[in-house]
């Protein structure tokens, strides 16, 4: 049995497909049962738990041979990097008691890192935690998701300006479709039966790495409008961000991640584990959100 927690969101529901189309029995753990239908649909057994309650986790992840975590971000909570902290101690408390075989964590490019990287900074946290398990672990640290352009695409696409926290716009960073990140870890999952290495290190991005003027050109081609990207000022970011309904304290970690990412700190790790691509490329991507 695979337990894939989170497996509503685009990386979780594609690694869940990708099982079952090989056969795979799979346990889909969701916080929200009015999400459950289209994955019951798949042959999913479903289990319903909040990534704080720590006793719904551990009937969750009981009798799975693997169990795929998520540390999902929290934009609006009020304490962002707290709220992480608690889903962290919560998993890694349940998969202690439970010690399935293996555990994939999708991590973050830049999770080695020990300081001054935002949310990414979270993301070491879960790897360290998880490091303490007995289960042979596999780190899948995933590239920036294409699919986050998302929240920007309806200003685009009125005013032809996309706005950019990648600078300079014409900088190459590593990008990845959520979709591919659940696909590679379905890959990885399946391989574990048989992979003794732990910790086991891959990280995922797409078949390119793009620019910011690269995503304004896709979308221009799928909003049938010329845009254009532009570097939105680095003190224009923060209240950008509230505007956006970001949370204060999400904000400052947005902040300094795209810092950290403009000073060139964001990347696979050299010289350890692996790249391993996906096949979407951009105009992909992004075509079902302009939808």
């Known amino acids: 049995m695979f337990a894939i927690l989170g497996a509503a969101g685009k990386a979780g529901y594609a690694t869940a497909t990708a099982l079952r189309a090989a056969g795979k029995p799979v346990r889909a753990i969701l916080r929200d049962p009015s999400k459950a239908e289209r ?7 479903i289990a319903i738990a909040d990534l704080h309650d720590t006793g719904a986790l551990l009937r ?17 909570a009020q304490n962002a990097a707290g709220e992480m902290h608690h ?24 999770a080695e890192i020990e300081e001054g990287t935002g949310i990414t900074l979270l993301f070491h946290a879960l790897e ?5 398990l007995h289960s042979r ?11 986050n352009w998302a929240r920007v695409i309806g200003p685009a696409a009125e005013t032809g300006a996309l706005p950019s926290l990648h ?14 990140v659940g696909g590679i870890a ?43 990207a532009y570097e939105l000022p680095r003190n ?9 309904g970001t949370s204060e304290s999400a904000a400052y970690l947005v902040t300094e991640l795209y810092d950290a990412h403009n000073a060139g700190r964001i990347d696979a790790e050299p010289g350890v584990g692996e790249i391993r691509r996906g096949r979407i490329e951009l105009e992909d991507a992004l075509r079902p959100l302009v939808r």
């Open 39 to 45: 994955l019951a649909a798949l042959g999913c057994e």
């Open 60 to 76: 969750a992840f009981e009798g799975a041979a693997a169990v795929q975590v998520i540390c999902p971000t929290a934009p609006r």
């Open 87 to 110: 889903s962290i101690k919560s998993v890694g408390l349940a998969l202690e008691v439970v010690k399935p075989e293996a555990v994939l964590a999708i991590s973050d490019y830049g």
């Open 128 to 132: 360290s935690r998880l490091r303490r």
């Open 137 to 147: 672990l596999i780190l899948l640290r995933s590239a920036e998701h294409m699919e």
């Open 167 to 180: 600078h300079p716009v014409g900088k190459i960073f590593p990008t990845v479709s959520a979709r591919d």
């Open 186 to 228: 379905a890959d990885l999952l399946m391989e574990s039966t048989s992979d003794h290495i732990s910790p086991r290190i891959v990280h995922a991005e797409g078949p390119n790495r793009y620019t910011s003027s690269d995503v304004a050109q896709a979308l221009a081609t799928l909003l049938h409008r010329d845009v254009a």
């Open 236 to 244: 224009e970011w923060h209240a950008t961000l509230l505007r956006a």
